[in-house]
T-cell receptor, first 116, second 111 residues
Framework: DAGVIQSPRHEVTEMGQEVTLRCKPI?????LFWYRQTMMRGLELLIY????????DSGMPEDRFSAKMPNASFSTLKIQPSEPRDSAVYFC??????????????FGPGTRLTVL | GQNIDQPTEMTATEGAIVQINCTYQ??????LFWYQQHAGEAPTFLSY????GLEEKGRFSSFLSRSKGYSYLLLKELQMKDSASYLC????????????FGDGTTLTVKP
C-alpha cells in the first residue's frame, strides 16, 4: 500500500484565498483524521471521520474551516478565506478501527501551508 | 478533557539509555501511544499500551501505569538517528475514538 497520500505537499497562497487540502487514506481504513501542527500549539486534532461520517469536529477553529469525506477513499479540508495564522503543517491520518491490535494512526506526509 | 505532560527537551549520549516520561489526566482511557517525529516529517507509530506493564520492541520499550496516569518510553543503545521529537498520545476522554497528543519531547543524541 502507498500509505496515506496528501496533496499538495506545499501550498503558498495569499490571505483571503480559498485553500483545499486533499487526503487519500489507506485502503480499508475506516477512520480518518485531520490535524494541524505548529510550533506554538503542537499537534491539534481538527476533525475526525468514522465510516465517512464526521464524529468530532470540536477542534475545527472556526467557520472558515470545513471538511468533507464523500467516500471511503477521499477527504478534503477547506479553508475559506485563508488567513496568515492558518499557516501550519496539516496532516491527514487514517486508522483501521477493526484491527485486532493497536488501532494505530498512520500519518500522511503533510501539507505545509503558508498564507501570506 | 485530557491533559498530557511530557518534558520539552532532553539530551543524551550515543549508546546510552534515555527514559521519556508522560503523565496524563483523562476522563476515560482507551490506550496510550508513542510516536516518533523527525524534523520536517510525519509522526510514525512506535508503541501502544492499553494494559499496565512493559511492552518491548527491540531497542524501544514503553511502560504504562493506569492508576498513576503515567507512561514512559525507554530508548536503549541510542543512535544519532534517534534524535527526534517523541509524542505521547492518549486515546479516550469524552470521545472514545479520539486521541489527544502531548506537545512532544525533543531528544537530541550527541556523539
Amino acid at each position: 500500500d502507498a500509505g496515506v497520500i496528501q496533496s499538495p505537499r506545499h501550498e503558498v497562497t495569499e490571505m483571503g484565498q480559498e485553500v483545499t487540502l486533499r487526503c487519500k487514506p489507506i485502503s480499508g481504513h475506516n477512520s480518518l483524521f485531520w490535524y494541524r501542527q505548529t510550533m506554538m500549539r503542537g499537534l491539534e486534532l481538527l476533525i475526525y471521520f468514522n465510516n465517512n461520517v464526521p464524529i468530532d469536529d470540536s477542534g475545527m477553529p472556526e467557520d472558515r474551516f470545513s471538511a468533507k469525506m464523500p467516500n471511503a477513499s477521499f477527504s478534503t479540508l477547506k479553508i475559506q478565506p485563508s488567513e496568515p495564522r492558518d499557516s501550519a503543517v496539516y496532516f491527514c491520518a487514517s486508522r483501521d478501527d477493526r484491527a485486532v491490535y493497536a488501532d494505530t494512526q498512520y500519518f500522511g506526509p503533510g501539507t505545509r501551508l503558508t498564507v501570506l | 478533557g485530557q491533559n498530557i505532560d511530557q518534558p520539552t527537551e532532553m539530551t543524551a549520549t550515543e549508546g546510552a539509555i534515555v527514559q521519556i516520561n508522560c503523565t496524563y489526566q483523562t476522563s476515560g482511557f482507551n490506550g496510550l501511544f508513542w510516536y516518533q517525529q523527525h524534523a520536517g516529517e510525519a509522526p510514525t507509530f512506535l508503541s501502544y499500551n492499553v494494559l499496565d506493564g512493559l511492552e518491548e520492541k527491540g531497542r524501544f520499550s514503553s511502560f504504562l501505569s493506569r492508576s498513576k496516569g503515567y507512561s514512559y518510553l525507554l530508548l536503549k543503545e541510542l543512535q544519532m538517528k534517534d534524535s527526534a521529537s517523541y509524542l505521547c498520545a492518549v486515546k479516550g476522554g469524552t470521545n472514545a475514538g479520539k486521541s489527544t497528543f502531548g506537545d512532544g519531547t525533543t531528544l537530541t543524541v550527541k556523539p
